[in-house]
């Protein structure tokens, strides 16, 4: 790898270690029955790579809990013909308590049980949860703010309908200012009963999401406002409804789509990904076990880690196939994947890895409803000038109602709070009726040497 090669220094791995150590001791206190390490797990892996070893899971922490995981919860089970029902019907509701931090919050939550697509077209359930504030809104229906989480993992015990419960949700913070202003927020599982992302399928769920929502009748929302926000994993999950909205959901009508941090050319961003990166830019890494680990459920014959990967990488996907993303970043950051494919495969030589890659760009579909996307000017883990701007360009040549800003500020979580703060405003705005404001292209690079990683 030349210049580009990392060996983390003696503070990273202590770093590494720590949390390592006490993600094991939070997990173990609380469920001393946490599974041992899988003996069949790599026992150690090469001195330039991240040495943590195999970590707890959070779902088998879930499990251990009093409310049951989705994998074991009757409540989500498809019915016996889920073709038997339209795109975004109700199959089955129930109302449940949210909670922060595991404290009961004062909420009104319904979830809803409905029909969806997969990538492929075949029918799938799926669920989406609707939380309504105790304030009054007069003169209008109550606005809707879909929020979509960046969910990112491979493990039904890690999406939103169960961490809303458990008090786990991750962006709740974020959440609770569209409460405070009396909207509605509907947080819907938009990866699925099989927790696929970046595909088109997490469009279709979102916009059957909102379906459902004003196909509730005692909810009181079918002629309220609806606009899109979400970050990361769940800017693609945005991005991707309203991208499908004019061919999929002709019926949903969007004020607007806040969202950013989201990788737009997979290719790129696999490529980026893969490989081993310098410095913090290594962490990247881990993106591209999640997704393959994601994509082998939907592509089984292109992602085939048998067929592409050598047995310890087969090992680390396995491990990587039921964990949230807390516990799977840790474990694939700077752990390039480029290390583990079998002798004579790599990225460029799969092109059916390629075309489902490229297929589930962003670029293949524009939207057609106003936008206002941010992305951070240097970000490790999906960098902007090759992953994001083309595919930007490419939405502003083609006309979209678009407002783009690079937020000249460093870092992926950094942007998800910086940018979320113009974000929040801006669907606020568009949900009272207020204009989207004009389009603009800020799509300034930073001043960073040329090719430096993340930029």
Same mark, same amino acid.
């Given at each position: 790898?030349?210049?580009?090669?990392? *060996?983390?220094?003696?503070?990273?791995?202590?770093?590494?270690?720590?949390?390592?150590?006490?993600?094991?001791?939070?997990?173990?206190?609380?469920?001393?029955?946490?599974?041992?390490?899988?003996?069949?797990?790599?026992?150690?892996?090469?001195?330039?790579?991240?040495?943590?070893?195999?970590?707890?899971?959070?779902?088998?922490?879930?499990?251990?809990?009093?409310?049951?995981?989705?994998?074991?919860?009757?409540?989500?089970?498809?019915?016996?013909?889920?073709?038997?029902?339209?795109?975004?019907? $109700?199959?089955?509701?129930?109302?449940?308590?949210?909670?922060?931090?595991? $404290?009961? &919050?004062?909420?009104?939550?319904?979830?809803?049980?409905?029909?969806?697509?997969?990538?492929?077209?075949?029918? $799938?359930?799926?669920?989406?949860?609707?939380?309504?504030?105790?304030?009054?809104?007069?003169?209008?229906?109550?606005?809707?703010?879909?929020?979509?989480?960046?969910?990112?993992?491979?493990?039904?015990?890690?999406?939103?309908?169960?961490?809303?419960?458990?008090?786990?949700?991750?962006?709740?913070?974020?959440?609770?200012?569209?409460?405070?202003?009396?909207?509605?927020?509907?947080?819907?599982?938009?990866?699925?009963?099989?927790?696929?992302?970046?595909?088109?399928?997490?469009?279709?769920?979102?916009?059957?999401?909102? *379906?459902?929502?004003?196909?509730?009748?005692?909810?009181?929302?079918?002629?309220?406002?609806?606009?899109?926000?979400?970050?990361?994993?769940?800017?693609?999950?945005?991005?991707?409804?309203?991208?499908?909205?004019?061919?999929?959901?002709?019926?949903?009508?969007?004020?607007?789509?806040?969202?950013?941090?989201?990788?737009?050319?997979?290719?790129?961003?696999?490529?980026?990904?893969?490989?081993?990166?310098?410095?913090?830019?290594?962490?990247?890494?881990?993106?591209?076990?999640?997704?393959?680990?994601?994509?082998?459920?939907?592509?089984?014959?292109? &992602?085939?880690?048998?067929?592409?990967?050598?047995?310890?990488?087969?090992?680390?996907?396995?491990?990587?196939?039921?964990?949230?993303?807390?516990?799977?970043?840790?474990?694939?950051?700077?752990?390039?994947?480029?290390?583990?494919?079998?002798?004579?495969?790599?990225?460029?030589?799969?092109?059916?890895?390629?075309?489902?890659?490229?297929?589930?760009?962003?670029?293949?579909?524009?939207?057609?409803?106003?936008?206002?996307?941010?992305?951070?000017?240097?970000?490790?883990?999906?960098?902007?000038?090759?992953?994001?701007?083309?595919?930007?360009?490419?939405?502003?040549?083609?006309?979209?109602?678009? *407002?783009? $800003?690079?937020?000249?500020?460093?870092?992926?979580?950094?942007?998800?709070?910086?940018?979320?703060?113009?974000?929040?405003?801006?669907?606020?705005?568009?949900?009272?009726?207020?204009?989207?404001?004009?389009?603009?292209?800020?799509?300034?690079?930073?001043?960073?040497?040329?090719?430096?990683?993340?930029?």
């Amino acid at each position: 790898m030349g210049s580009n090669s990392f *060996r983390p220094g003696r503070t990273a791995r202590r770093s590494l270690a720590s949390l390592a150590i006490g993600l094991t001791l939070a997990l173990t206190a609380v469920n001393p029955a946490v599974a041992p390490a899988d003996p069949t797990f790599p026992p150690s892996f090469p001195p330039d790579q991240n040495q943590l070893p195999q970590l707890p899971r959070e779902p088998d922490l879930y499990h251990a809990l009093p409310i049951a995981t989705p994998d074991a919860d009757p409540w989500y089970r498809p019915p016996q013909d889920p073709a038997a029902y339209r795109p975004g019907q $109700i199959v089955r509701t129930r109302e449940v308590q949210t909670r922060l931090v595991g $404290i009961p &919050f004062p909420v009104y939550t319904k979830q809803l049980l409905y029909r969806s697509e997969d990538v492929h077209g075949d029918p $799938i359930v799926t669920a989406t949860s609707v939380i309504v504030p105790g304030i009054p809104w007069v003169g209008s229906a109550r606005p809707v703010v879909s929020f979509q989480e960046a969910i990112d993992s491979t493990d039904s015990a890690c999406n939103p309908s169960h961490t809303l419960q458990l008090g786990t949700f991750k962006e709740a913070a974020l959440a609770t200012y569209w409460l405070a202003q009396g909207f509605a927020i509907n947080v819907p599982d938009f990866d699925g009963e099989f927790n696929t992302f970046s595909t088109w399928d997490e469009g279709k769920m979102v916009l059957d999401s909102i *379906r459902a929502v004003k196909n509730d009748p005692t909810l009181g929302l079918h002629d309220s406002g609806v606009a899109l926000y979400g970050y990361s994993g769940g800017g693609s999950g945005s991005i991707r409804a309203a991208a499908l909205r004019a061919t999929y959901a002709p019926d949903v009508h969007l004020l607007g789509t806040a969202f950013g941090g989201a990788p737009a050319d997979l290719v790129a961003q696999a490529r980026y990904a893969t490989v081993r990166q310098p410095g913090v830019t290594g962490i990247s890494n881990f993106t591209m076990w999640l997704g393959f680990a994601g994509l082998a459920r939907e592509y089984p014959d292109v &992602f085939d880690a048998k067929k592409l990967l050598t047995p310890a990488g087969q090992e680390i996907i396995a491990d990587m196939s039921d964990r949230c993303v807390y516990t799977a970043a840790l474990t694939g950051m700077w752990r390039p994947i480029d290390d583990y494919f079998q002798p004579g495969q790599s990225l460029e030589s799969s092109p059916a890895v390629l075309r489902v890659l490229r297929d589930n760009s962003l670029d293949a579909h524009i939207p057609d409803s106003p936008l206002l996307w941010f992305h951070g000017a240097w970000d490790e883990l999906i960098p902007p000038s090759t992953v994001v701007l083309p595919v930007v360009h490419k939405y502003h040549d083609a006309g979209a109602d678009l *407002r783009f $800003i690079t937020v000249p500020l460093p870092e992926h979580i950094t942007n998800a709070v910086v940018g979320w703060l113009p974000a929040q405003a801006w669907i606020s705005a568009v949900l009272r009726g207020l204009p989207p404001g004009p389009r603009f292209m800020l799509d300034y690079r930073a001043p960073l040497p040329a090719g430096f990683p993340g930029s």
